[in-house]
């Protein structure tokens, strides 16, 4: 059981805010989990990582993500706890890990690195081994280099990039983002099928180039629901109460801050909304924020009589759900966009 966090802002968070402060940060929730319960491995102490991007483009410095990783658990970092109160940064990527595939090692810490691209996941490629060697096939001689760790995650990402028409551009658009996660995620399902592997994948993909944010919320499934993911927006994520209770306000229609998180980090229930099974999120660089299905055979549309009733068992039974659906909140309608729907 792993999760993650993200954070895009109009203005530079103190790190401290998303990672140390709130009383239900993602650093507590590594070790005192309220939404997702896991049986198997209740504490997320495998390691973490951290990345951002610095607020003022420095040449020297280039464009290029900064990345902070660490084996030990996050809540006994005490490098992290120095680190989240001097570093501010408009976009966060914050993941822990509990492992389920892959040793324990930096080179399998979340998130990592190509040029501006910063990539990390939640969940799991179903049976990894049987798909490797012909996903190792799918990338290029440099992207198979760049993989240095042994987790699916990592190859994912190298599949990710070999979908960009040039991983090595200085800028993306969002649509070139979306497209190339949409062909990522049908070109798993392809591998996982010409395998025989009946087991679903759970595909909790999300990826940035520094500006914009693309986030899915996927499972190979039609009846099962995928691990979970949560959004929220507003103008202001501040202390509300002493011990570290945080909201998040909305003073007026903008939408200064926007996170995505595995698991709330507030106990604020208007706050969030979750994210529906299968759909990706889009964050472009003016702070919109748009949904869009992932249509596939697995897709359930919302008139379809099944979109209802997918079962929690396979992702709780893998600490990345709630057995429980009292926990939701209320969803994310589907957002209207300029962009096709694009079929996979």
Same mark, same amino acid.
């Given at each position: 059981?792993?999760?993650?966090?993200?954070?895009?802002?109009?203005?530079?968070?103190?790190?401290?805010?998303?990672?140390?402060?709130?009383?239900?940060?993602?650093?507590?929730?590594?070790?005192?989990?309220?939404?997702?319960?896991?049986?198997?491995?209740?504490?997320?102490?495998?390691?973490?990582?951290?990345?951002?991007?610095?607020?003022?483009?420095?040449?020297?410095?280039?464009?290029?993500?900064?990345?902070?990783?660490?084996? $030990?658990?996050?809540?006994? +970092? #005490?490098?992290?706890?120095?680190?989240?109160?001097?570093?501010? @940064?408009? &976009?966060? /990527?914050?993941?822990?890990?509990?492992?389920?595939?892959?040793?324990?090692?930096?080179?399998?810490?979340?998130?990592?690195?190509?040029?501006?691209?910063?990539?990390?996941?939640?969940?799991?490629?179903?049976?990894?081994?049987?798909?490797?060697?012909?996903?190792?096939?799918?990338?290029?001689?440099?992207?198979?280099?760049?993989?240095?760790?042994?987790?699916?995650?990592?190859?994912?990402?190298?599949?990710?990039?070999?979908?960009?028409?040039?991983?090595?551009?200085?800028?993306?658009?969002?649509?070139?983002?979306?497209?190339?996660?949409?062909? $990522?995620?049908?070109?798993? +399902? #392809?591998?996982?099928?010409?395998?025989?592997?009946?087991?679903? @994948?759970? &595909?909790? /993909?999300?990826?940035?180039?520094?500006?914009?944010?693309?986030?899915?919320?996927?499972?190979?499934?039609?009846?099962?629901?995928?691990?979970?993911?949560?959004?929220?927006?507003?103008?202001?994520?501040?202390?509300?109460?002493?011990?570290?209770?945080?909201?998040?306000?909305?003073?007026?229609?903008?939408?200064?801050?926007?996170?995505?998180?595995?698991?709330?980090?507030?106990?604020?229930?208007?706050?969030?909304?979750?994210?529906?099974?299968?759909?990706?999120?889009?964050?472009?660089?003016?702070?919109?924020?748009?949904?869009?299905?992932?249509?596939?055979?697995?897709?359930?549309?919302?008139?379809?009589?099944?979109?209802?009733?997918?079962?929690?068992?396979?992702?709780?039974?893998?600490?990345?759900?709630?057995?429980?659906?009292?926990?939701?909140?209320?969803?994310?309608?589907?957002?209207?966009?300029?962009?096709?729907?694009?079929?996979?």
């Amino acid at each position: 059981m792993c999760r993650f966090v993200i954070y895009k802002g109009t203005s530079p968070v103190q790190l401290s805010h998303l990672l140390t402060r709130p009383c239900h940060s993602i650093i507590n929730q590594a070790f005192d989990s309220r939404l997702r319960l896991d049986n198997r491995r209740p504490i997320n102490g495998d390691g973490f990582g951290v990345g951002w991007y610095d607020s003022t483009y420095d040449e020297e410095l280039g464009s290029q993500p900064c990345i902070f990783t660490s084996v $030990t658990p996050a809540w006994n +970092n #005490v490098n992290l706890v120095r680190l989240a109160e001097k570093i501010k @940064s408009p &976009l966060v /990527f914050a993941h822990v890990r509990a492992t389920t595939a892959g040793s324990l090692s930096l080179d399998n810490c979340h998130p990592w690195s190509f040029g501006k691209l910063m990539f990390m996941h939640n969940g799991g490629i179903a049976e990894f081994p049987r798909i490797k060697r012909k996903l190792q096939t799918s990338v290029s001689d440099e992207l198979f280099n760049m993989v240095t760790g042994n987790t699916d995650s990592q190859w994912a990402f190298a599949l990710f990039l070999s979908k960009l028409p040039d991983p090595h551009a200085t800028s993306f658009t969002p649509e070139t983002l979306r497209c190339a996660m949409f062909e $990522t995620i049908s070109h798993i +399902n #392809v591998l996982t099928e010409e395998a025989g592997i009946t087991e679903p @994948s759970l &595909l909790n /993909f999300c990826v940035t180039d520094g500006e914009s944010v693309i986030a899915t919320r996927y499972i190979s499934s039609r009846r099962e629901e995928a691990a979970s993911l949560w959004f929220s927006s507003g103008t202001t994520f501040s202390e509300y109460a002493e011990g570290g209770h945080y909201r998040m306000s909305k003073t007026d229609k903008r939408e200064n801050i926007i996170m995505v998180a595995s698991e709330p980090l507030t106990f604020e229930k208007a706050d969030w909304m979750e994210i529906r099974t299968n759909h990706m999120v889009v964050i472009t660089p003016k702070m919109n924020i748009l949904q869009f299905p992932i249509v596939d055979k697995y897709y359930v549309p919302p008139s379809d009589p099944a979109a209802g009733s997918r079962g929690t068992e396979f992702a709780a039974a893998k600490g990345l759900l709630s057995p429980r659906r009292e926990h939701i909140h209320r969803s994310l309608e589907a957002t209207e966009s300029s962009f096709p729907v694009l079929v996979i």
